[in-house]
């Protein structure tokens, strides 16, 4: 991120800046060997509370093991997501695996601890919770000695930054920011918001990361970035692990073309947000 932003363009070549958000083992495990095989740095965002808690398991973690380990009917007592629902049934699947996903992504911190720890209980009734997946310490030490990876916030506990309190967002940005200087012994210069897209950063949320030190942020809303880009909505390409090596190619090479389409589809929402005077959440 550093030197694709801070270095000046040469030339008509595209230049590229991986990132990873989240923290997860198989980064390490997985992605970075090959990464170092071809000489590609990345910057890493990192969400700290699931590295220092083992037992902390994500809500979209929790969400998939009980699609894939429950088969009787769990039950949730928490106000908004109330009900028992049988992941063997299509329709209730389909429930978990997507509005409640929508609805804790939608959903402010105290809700979603609650929704989360109700989720633990009724999932633990039918399957021992695992540990979580996500890198510790030592390995995070370990693999910075390379030299060739950059840390970036992304927060404690992966909130929508949208959605917290101007007192939320400081403890949320600062937690992770102190955290991960204090394992690499560097600053950091770059975050990323949670979730990343539309409705998931907000302008005090900018303000927020402004205001921690960070010389900027990256969201996941599609595009290409130039000279005009705003330091603290930088846009990135999401690669989903589906993604076909054809796919990938298209997504990289024809970034271009996305960034055109993308900008073509904001200018229509914004005339239709003119015309009819509709506001959203950026």
Request: aromatic share 10%.
């Amino acid at each position: 991120m550093s030197e694709l932003l801070q270095r000046p363009r040469t030339g008509t070549r595209i230049r590229v800046a991986v990132t990873f958000d989240d923290g997860y083992f198989d980064n390490i495990d997985v992605a970075m060997p090959i990464l170092r095989q071809y000489g590609i740095p990345i910057t890493w965002f990192v969400a700290t509370d699931f590295i220092d808690n083992a037992d902390l398991v994500p809500w979209w973690d929790l969400i998939d093991l009980t699609l894939a380990e429950c088969y009787e009917p769990v039950e949730f007592t928490v106000d908004g997501i109330k009900g028992i629902y049988d992941p063997t049934v299509v329709a209730d699947r389909q429930w978990l695996n997507t509005r409640l996903r929508m609805i804790l992504k939608s959903t402010g911190l105290l809700q979603r601890d609650a929704i989360i720890e109700d989720m633990r209980y009724a999932i633990s009734r039918q399957y021992t919770l695992p540990t979580n997946s996500y890198a510790r310490e030592e390995e995070i030490k370990s693999v910075l000695q390379g030299g060739d990876i950059e840390l970036g916030g992304h927060t404690g506990s992966h909130p929508n930054v949208a959605l917290c309190s101007s007192d939320e967002l400081k403890a949320e940005i600062n937690r992770g920011k102190i955290r991960l200087e204090k394992i690499s012994g560097q600053s950091l210069n770059w975050f990323a918001y949670p979730f990343g897209g539309r409705g998931a950063f907000s302008p005090s949320a900018a303000k927020a990361v402004q205001e921690a030190g960070f010389n900027g942020a990256c969201s996941l809303v599609s595009g290409t970035v130039s000279m005009k880009t705003e330091k603290y909505m930088i846009p990135r390409y999401a690669i989903s692990p589906n993604m076909t090596m054809e796919t990938f190619k298209a997504r990289v090479l024809g970034a271009p073309l996305y960034a055109g389409l993308e900008s073509l589809r904001s200018s229509i929402s914004m005339s239709s947000v003119r015309k009819y005077g509709k506001g959203f959440v950026g």
